[in-house]
């Protein structure tokens, strides 16, 4: 019978063989989740010889993952902003970059307002997962979060997440096309929103992860990515509190588009943040 070291050297190579990027790496979580073993766990049994029973418990992950289903679907969860978090079809899985956005809303917050004290009402555009609206109530325990999305199996799976993590009392969970559910001149003091981006084109050249998986409407909005930007950005100014912040994630070459938008819509300090591979990735805007 093979060593566990020899599976995940196998595993590796197959996985490779079939697309799937940082192959040892997905190697090692199938296997260790199949096998209940932490990563370093699976170092120190290196030369364990695996029965045909673990052997069972790897080999239908494995083939999940060569036909490229996400790994975090297969495992069930991920570690994102501090939180690990349900992730199934329901919604996007949450990318770095959006944990990016989460830790430049809570610095820039700090930043502009010169306060420790969390803003009082939040709003998350397209929760998905939930992944920034629990991450901020983490972050901002007295703050009062609005969470919104207009898919019923994205908002139950980020209301199964609030529960999980123990924040079900701190983030309000409201169905919405945008801010269209939101009662009349509610405001807020920090919006941010990872909203659809991408265009018809890249959705299909995209990996069979994000192509396959991920649901569409989450994905794909018209006018080459930038119509629920627009959207959000001429809704967002009578949305804000006086100084509040407003903080997208957007396509790399949405920005010299929503910049112009951004002086069109009265909002103030329209800046462009690269993410950290240097590509413009976030619009931050100001009442």
């Given at each position: 019978?093979?060593?566990?070291?020899?599976?995940?050297?196998?595993?590796?190579?197959?996985?490779?063989?079939?697309?799937?990027?940082?192959?040892?790496?997905?190697?090692?979580?199938?296997?260790?989740?199949?096998?209940?073993?932490?990563?370093?766990?699976?170092?120190?049994?290196?030369?364990?010889?695996?029965?045909?029973?673990?052997?069972?418990?790897?080999?239908?992950?494995?083939?999940?993952?060569?036909?490229?289903?996400?790994?975090?679907?297969?495992?069930?969860?991920?570690?994102?902003?501090?939180?690990?978090?349900?992730?199934?079809?329901?919604?996007?899985?949450?990318?770095?970059?959006?944990?990016?956005?989460?830790?430049?809303?809570?610095?820039?917050?700090?930043?502009?307002?010169?306060?420790?004290?969390?803003p009082p009402r939040v709003l998350d555009?397209?929760?998905?997962?939930?992944?920034?609206?629990?991450?901020?109530?983490?972050?901002?325990?007295?703050?009062?979060?609005?969470?919104?999305?207009?898919?019923?199996?994205?908002?139950?799976?980020?209301?199964?997440?609030?529960?999980?993590?123990?924040?079900?009392?701190?983030?309000?969970?409201?169905?919405?096309?945008?801010?269209?559910?939101?009662?009349?001149?509610?405001?807020?003091?920090?919006?941010?929103?990872?909203?659809?981006?991408?265009?018809?084109?890249?959705?299909?050249?995209?990996?069979?992860?994000?192509?396959?998986?991920?649901?569409?409407?989450?994905?794909?909005?018209?006018?080459?990515?930038?119509?629920?930007l627009r959207s959000i950005l001429r809704?967002?100014?009578?949305?804000?509190?006086?100084?509040?912040?407003?903080?997208?994630?957007?396509?790399?070459?949405?920005?010299?588009?929503?910049?112009?938008?951004?002086?069109?819509?009265?909002?103030?300090?329209?800046?462009?943040?690269?993410?950290?591979?240097?590509?413009?990735?976030?619009?931050?805007?100001?009442?």
């Amino acid at each position: 019978m093979p060593t566990l070291l020899e599976i995940i050297q196998k595993t590796t190579d197959f996985l490779a063989s079939k697309g799937v990027e940082s192959a040892r790496l997905n190697a090692e979580q199938l296997v260790g989740h199949a096998l209940a073993l932490k990563r370093m766990q699976l170092y120190l049994q290196f030369e364990r010889v695996l029965a045909e029973s673990d052997l069972e418990k790897i080999r239908p992950l494995v083939k999940r993952r060569a036909q490229r289903e996400p790994l975090q679907h297969i495992l069930g969860t991920v570690e994102w902003g501090g939180l690990t978090l349900k992730i199934d079809r329901r919604a996007l899985v949450p990318r770095p970059e959006t944990e990016e956005l989460f830790e430049l809303v809570v610095k820039r917050r700090a930043a502009i307002t010169s306060e420790t004290s969390a803003p009082p009402r939040v709003l998350d555009l397209g929760t998905g997962s939930g992944a920034l609206a629990l991450a901020l109530a983490q972050a901002w325990p007295d703050s009062r979060v609005t969470a919104v999305d207009a898919s019923d199996h994205a908002l139950a799976l980020a209301a199964e997440n609030a529960t999980f993590l123990g924040l079900s009392t701190r983030v309000t969970f409201i169905k919405s096309d945008w801010f269209s559910a939101l009662p009349d001149g509610e405001t807020f003091d920090v919006i941010v929103s990872n909203p659809p981006y991408l265009s018809e084109a890249e959705v299909a050249s995209a990996e069979p992860e994000v192509r396959v998986y991920d649901p569409r409407e989450a994905l794909v909005a018209p006018d080459e990515g930038l119509a629920d930007l627009r959207s959000i950005l001429r809704a967002a100014a009578s949305r804000l509190a006086p100084g509040g912040l407003l903080a997208l994630e957007t396509g790399i070459a949405h920005h010299c588009v929503l910049l112009e938008e951004v002086s069109a819509t009265g909002l103030a300090g329209g800046e462009s943040v690269p993410d950290l591979s240097k590509r413009d990735r976030f619009i931050l805007a100001w009442r």
